[in-house]
């Protein structure tokens, strides 16, 4: 099935590549400097990332990433699991280069993360085409990630992921005033698809339970599908609102919407709101409490994978900065600060925090939930 | 789904070839709105693929969130 | 297999439907009038006997802005011989062209189209466009967007019809 679709794809991207007529532009040389940081439910991730974007001559334009998560972690997963706190430290590096020809955009992209148990490589390509009086944008992209996973608690433990994405989006102006996004994207992954750290519970006796090892299928296909409208108020203010349907073979069906209101003041401060809401049902094998062990084929306590709603609300205020003497140097520089706050609930996933097992009739347990602030600071320069 | 694949590939061409002649109703000289940073589909790339990952750790739904275009529409 | 064909189709569909690149137009430029920044009425008419290099640009527009400097440059070269140059400036606001142009003086007269009149006469298709009207007030080039380089063109293009 595979070849077929790429061999489409190739067929649909030469077709866009030979309509070109006029030029189009490639994106503008800049360079983001971020300090990032999550923290919540036991567990602070924090690092930088770095981008640096540059033209080289009218059509070609190269973009480089480093990006690091250190993460400490006393998660609910690890503290019910007996574990103690544990530090990690995850890099990834990418770049991706664009060639521009006519109203065509081609690019390509590597990414490579490494973390002690985790090597993840995904290589993409994308081509994008401006159309309609540059209207009408359509594009199209593919990406093959291959994943080597290992396990610090069992050295002979070593597996894989092969993901494979597809997608296709369209951005389509149709007033003055809006401009409209849809997107779609269709994932299909194979190999070791559970957590080597999540266990689920099963009843092991009146009034106990016990943990043992989860168990995912090997394949898992998604797609996803969203529309974006974004609106130009006479005030000189922005409103973006964004609608995303999931769903998978797991079972897991999603929604998320969106609002955010952007807002500049007093010339050189621009101020975001936000607020996102997010609900997923479960996978087909979650389980709280299982129970009997082998009760299913697959079986899984793996909380992202269960009943649950998020609220997030989220504050931004970008400053642009007076060059002064770096004006010869730089077009435009941005200091960014975004702050948001994670709420999430979880309708059947338990809090066993205090509740080993034999202290409580398992199931009546309170139900967990969690909230995290998350944190970015960046500042931008364009040259 | 292996089937919608085929199918939007197939939209996607005839909205290129059938709908050519098709005159732009937002002219160039009508896009000083459209070209204003704050309505910028993707301001800062390195915040919106950060938040992405965040969500696609913490919850089960991943994808669909790209998007291009829109802007001054100069060349 | 069936979904194949149809693209194969739409693909040979496609090619042949692709328009052809822009030549050069022909026929007397459209007559405008409109008034300069400094405050006179100024028509296309008026200048009939001088080659005139017509601009349409926005401060919004990047390559707009960067074509300004280059514009400036062949207005003081070639003006004591028979040429001018006019920036229409096309945002229905000209408050932001104003600061810009403080910020950036250009000496060429810029005349404000905030109805989009003299824009739509001209039919214009891209930001910026640029159009190039020999001394008999004949359209003679067209000149969609700006890339670093089109400079070279302009002066050929206009080296040629000061000529004339």
Known sequence: MKTVVWQRIAALALLLGTAAVHAGVLAEDRADVMYHRYQGGGITVQGPSVLVRKKFGESFAATANYYVDNISSASIDVVVSGASRYAERREQKSLAVEYLRGKTTYSASFVNSEENDYKADTYSLSVSQDMFGDLTTVSMGYSYGKDHIGSSVDPTFADGIERRNYRVGLTQVLTRNLLASLNFEAVTEQGYLQNPYRFIRFVNGPGSYALGQEVAPRTRTSNAGSVRLKYYLPWRAALDGQYRFYTDTWGINAHTAGLEYTQPLWNRWVFTGSYRYYTQNGTNFFMDLFPRPGYQNFMTRDKENSPLQTHTIGLGASYEFPLGFASSFIKRGTANLHVNHLMVNYSQFRNLTNFPPGTAEPGTEPLYSLSANVIQFFVSFWY | ?75 | MNTMKTLRTLMVAGLLAAPALAVAPAGPAPKFQLTSMAGKPISLDSLKGQVVMINFWASWCGPCREEMPVLEKLYAKYKPMGFTMIGVNVEPDSKLAAEWLKATPVTFPILFDTKSEVSKLYQVSSMPSTVIVDRKGNLRWMHRGYKAGAENEYLDQIRALVRE
Do not use: N, Q
């Open chain 2, 1 to 75: 789904m292996r089937k919608l694949l085929p199918l939007l590939l197939a939209t996607a061409t005839l909205l290129v070839t059938a709908c050519a002649p098709i005159e732009p109703w937002v002219k160039p000289y009508e896009r000083e709105h459209l070209a204003d940073p704050i309505m910028a589909i993707d301001p800062d790339p390195v915040s919106s693929s950060y938040m992405d990952h965040v969500f696609e750790v913490r919850e089960g739904a991943k994808g669909a969130t790209g998007g291009y275009g829109g802007g001054c529409g100069c060349s």
